[in-house]
């Protein structure tokens, strides 16, 4: 299984990290952390859809994707389009890497989501050392105290969480945690396989007052009208802003699309 092999390989990768840098070293980085620390969940929570426009170089379903535009480029475009910025940064599937947040951080006083493959407390301490202000925890790859002592030590580093979800079980063990932030993944991390239709299935678990994303498989306009219909306050959106040449314009289209929708037009 595909997930399987990424979470492998991101053990020996942290293996490396901390031969480069100790866990005692990153705690402290993390600790001395003085850069700008931009809420991500307000940033979900403005009126109308709000949109997470990221950063990433590949995919295990996609393979290498060619940018049209350079990284400053796309994040000057990012900050007058979209509410908050995710960033890869698993090296051995996704091409990313911590360099890229670092770039982005002094780019955009956007929200910044990590976005990688948590399985680490290392990890947590990396990412506020970093400037991110948000990290993925991926209930499919953690187990119910995982997920719990991970939110806490999140919660304690001044960081959001991002809870993603792929089935009602999932769902389940995220909303038991006390998540604040709720993603459904369309892509099924198993084969990569990608249904929108998870998101419209698992919405009426999601309490209202939650922030509530949708992440991969929006590339269209009827996309993005099928997803206003499942009452989500966010989309994640990677491939389709990648492959642009305008992700501003993009965007700004699609935010349109989303309020025409809700207001039956």
Known sequence: MILDKIVEDKKFRLAEHKARISLQDMRRMAEEYDGISP????????PGISIIGEFKKASPSLGKITSKIDLTDRI??????VDCIS????????????????????????????????????QFYEAKAIGANAILLITGILDDVQL????QLTTELG??????AHDESQMDRALRCGAQIVGVNNRDLRDFSIHLETTKVLSKMVPEDWTFVAESGIVSDADVAF????????????????????????????KEVYEGKMNGI
């Open 76 to 81: 000057d475009e990012y900050n007058d389009s």
């Open 39 to 46: 809420s991500f969940r307000e940033g979900l929570m403005k």
């Open 227 to 254: 997803l206003a219909e499942c009452r989500v306050d966010a989309f994640l959106i990677g491939r389709a802003f990648m492959e642009s040449e305008n992700p501003r314009r993009l965007a700004r289209h699609w």
């Open 159 to 164: 960081l959001d969480a991002l809870f993603e």
């Open 148 to 151: 719990r002592d991970f939110y």
């Open 87 to 122: 960033c890869l940064t698993e090296e051995d599937h996704f091409l990313g890497n911590v360099d890229y947040l670092k770039e982005i951080r002094a780019l955009s006083p956007l929200p910044i989501l990590r976005k990688d493959f948590m399985i680490d407390e290392y």
